[in-house]
């Protein structure tokens, strides 16, 4: 089976941008940067990041040596920003513990910031030709139709794993990763999977079963739990902006943010809003709410605008029309959005 998947990959893979072309050898930088992006993210997205991204730092040794914000606020838009967190430090230990080359195992590998099981066995495996069992959604998806496992993801995930273990060739290993992955992407896609197109369909249960959207089969997610907080709008008489840096651990870790009080279930009433406020103002209520889904909550924001008459402690102030000089996630950009549009 591994011979008509390479097969197939000769003639169709996928031209991406951090790719090397055949005959090529690939930039294990390249693959790194990649792979952290692609984590949660689509190609489209990631494609013009990773080119800014690898104008200004063409290499693992220029990343390590930037300041943390100017990554941080190349990566903005991108979410899950401890990824950029991490990507940074992981800059920095290839320089400081392996000499500016990154190892060429999957062990060591996952000794670095941010570098987990999946992308260790990508990094081995495009990069350094390594034998590696790279298991993504893609490849999940695949094996649980090649096969047809009754068993529900996440409870499935080891019994996929080893599926794809014992189809995993050791020859042109990088190949065979890339192609099990494009088949995911591209043929064996979630919905209206093509196989008709597929080199696999001859030996898929669910292909013969035509049952294969059925596949993976899924435990249903909890609903997202839905939590409140006020953003203050902060400023100061000349018009600029204050703005904090969020604590390095929790959601948002290390980015800037206008100040918020405590994300939790109940609505935050008025009053208490107020009270909670960061520093003691006038403060107006500014109408409307602004939303924001994450992967795991559903965040609902109410707005409080008020004047200070100067810099609280632990705060700066930002002229708002630099504000998007500043490392400030989508949901920050949000509010910024919504406390202009209503004049402020
Ligand atoms: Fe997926 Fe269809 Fe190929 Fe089976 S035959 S692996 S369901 S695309």
Do not use: V
């Given at each position: 089976m591994p011979a008509e998947l390479l097969a197939w990959y000769d003639r169709h893979r996928r031209v991406l941008p951090w790719r090397a072309r055949p005959g090529e050898v690939a930039d294990p930088y390249r693959v790194w940067l990649s792979e952290i992006m692609l984590q949660q993210t689509t190609v489209a997205a990631v494609a013009p990041y990773f080119a800014n991204f690898l104008q200004r730092w063409p290499d693992v040794t220029a990343l390590a040596a930037a300041p943390l914000d100017d990554v941080l606020t190349a990566w903005a838009?991108?979410?899950?920003y401890a990824r950029a967190r991490n990507l940074h430090k992981c800059a920095q230990a290839v320089m400081r513990d392996f000499g500016g080359e990154f190892p060429n195992t999957e062990a060591e590998l996952?000794?670095?910031?941010?570098?987990?099981g999946y992308t260790a066995a990508a990094i081995a495996a495009i990069a350094f030709g390594r034998r590696a069992v790279v298991m993504d959604g893609n490849v999940e998806r695949v094996m649980a139709r090649l096969h047809r496992?009754?068993?529900?993801l996440p409870a499935a995930k080891p019994e996929l794993r080893a599926l794809a273990d014992a189809l995993?060739?050791?020859?042109r290993a990088g190949d065979y990763a890339q192609a099990v992955m494009d088949l995911g992407a591209?043929?064996?896609?979630?919905?209206?999977?093509r196989c008709a197109l597929c080199p696999w369909r001859g030996d898929c249960a669910a292909f013969r079963a035509g049952?294969?959207?059925?596949?993976?089969?899924k435990t249903p997610k909890p609903d997202r739990p839905v939590l409140h907080a006020v953003a203050y709008w902060m400023t100061l008489p000349d018009g600029t902006v204050l703005l904090r840096r969020r604590p390095?651990?929790?959601?948002?870790?290390?980015m800037m943010e206008i100040p918020t009080n405590t994300w939790r279930p109940e609505p935050w009433g008025l009053d208490e809003a107020r009270d909670a406020a960061p520093v003691a103002a006038k403060w107006r209520d500014l109408p409307g709410k602004v939303r924001h889904v994450f992967t795991h909550i559903d965040l609902r924001l109410t707005l409080l605008g008020g004047v200070v008459q100067k810099i609280p402690a632990g705060m700066i102030a930002a002229p708002l029309d630099k504000?998007?000089?500043?490392?400030?996630?989508s949901v920050m950009r949000k509010i910024v959005n919504a406390a202009v549009r209503r004049g402020e």
């Open positions: 838009g991108l979410g899950y996952l000794k670095l910031p941010g570098i987990g496992i009754a068993t529900p995993t060739p050791e020859a591209t043929i064996c896609t979630p919905r209206k999977p049952d294969a959207e059925d596949y993976p089969r390095e651990q929790g959601l948002l870790g290390g504000l998007g000089d500043y490392a400030l996630p």
